[in-house]
């Protein structure tokens, strides 16, 4: 399996050498000078790790990472900065990041925290947790404050795209697409019911609000 990497970095020279030094090592690189076209990137790529830079001309990247984590994006980050006080190496990781990795650096090294990073990351995959909701992905369950929930696995996949795109308003048309995509009934209705059954599941008194309907646009799940 070849895993994916993205990298933000400004300085032409350094991208191209750990673009070059990554793809030699069976990782598919894309390569990024600024933040612009990030979430085009990471909407339509299963991206499995983001390396980036702090010093960026358009944006501050650990700002731009703490954006992405408010916006549901859950992809892990190394930094890589020539930012090395403890501070800025402190400020990093409460923004988002899940390593950090000073400049200059021993390319053997970065391999190594790439390596063992993106293997972390995937051995905590297979537990999601939000608020009191656990999924088990090696039993594709859930359960809430404890409570195994019995889902349809097209309400299981509903569940598990809401907590991916948590605090983000979801069309119907995005649900339609992203969820009923074997489906061939594709009528809003279809979608109404579909979240109204497992708002039952999920939150059976009513009391926990998870998920939001706003009328004629969707629903957000918070």
């Known amino acids: 399996m070849s895993y994916r990497i993205l990298i933000v970095e400004d ?3 350094l991208l191209d050498l750990l673009e070059f030094t990554l793809s030699k090592e069976g990782y598919e690189v894309f390569a990024k000078r600024d933040v612009k076209n990030v979430r085009d990137i990471l909407d339509k790529n299963e991206i499995d790790l983001i390396l980036m830079d702090r010093n960026l001309p358009s944006k501050e990247g650990s700002f731009f990472i703490k954006e992405l984590r408010e916006e549901g994006y859950l992809e892990p980050v190394i930094y ?3 930012k090395d006080r403890e501070d800025d190496i402190l400020e990093g990781f409460e923004r988002g ?7 200059p650096f021993n390319l053997n090294e970065l391999k190594a925290r790439v390596k063992a990073v993106i293997k972390r990351s995937k051995k905590e995959a297979q537990i ?3 608020k009191d909701i656990v999924y088990n992905s090696s039993t594709k369950s859930f359960t809430v404050s404890g409570r195994k929930l019995n889902l349809t696995p097209l309400e299981r996949d509903l569940l598990l795209e809401f ?3 948590r605090n983000v308003l979801l069309s119907r048309d995005y649900l339609l697409e992203r969820v009923w995509r074997d ?3 594709m009528q809003y209705k279809t979608v109404t019911v579909g979240v109204k059954r497992l ?8 009391e926990k609000g998870y998920i939001k309907s706003v009328r004629g646009e969707g629903y957000i799940f918070c």
């Open 11 to 13: 300085e032409e020279d």
């Open 80 to 82: 890589i900065s020539a």
């Open 97 to 103: 990041g899940d390593d950090y990795i000073t400049k």
């Open 128 to 130: 999601i947790k939000y």
């Open 163 to 165: 907590i991916k795109n």
């Open 183 to 185: 489906s061939g009934d």
């Open 199 to 206: 708002k039952d599941k999920l939150d059976p008194k009513g």
